[in-house]
């Protein structure tokens, strides 16, 4: 059985580290990026079973990054997560307009963040 890949995509490596850690302990593969632009490439470089993304970054931010991988044949059925420090109604419904398949906000529980990857990723 192959490790799913997630793409763990934040501007603060304090948070990447935690998903990376959080995630690896679980079985999956982690993939990183500090932006929404790199983010981009290595899904376009990178086969990945789920995206977790940030929503304030610079040069691209997530709404931009979902937008972006909704546009590709290979993304529109992978599941996108926010991770995100917002918990506005409006930015929710913002970001499933744009294609989010959920919402997690920061700072998340360990098991939370693992809780919900697995129900997304039906394993």
Known sequence: MMAKTVLSVDDSSSVRQMVKLTLSGAGYDVVQASDGAEGLAKAKDTAVDLVVTDLNMPVMNGLDLIRALRQLPA???????????ESDAEMKQAAKAAGATGWITKPFQQEQLVAVVRKVLGA
């Open 75 to 85: 993304y529109r059925g992978v599941p996108i997560l926010f991770l995100t420090t």
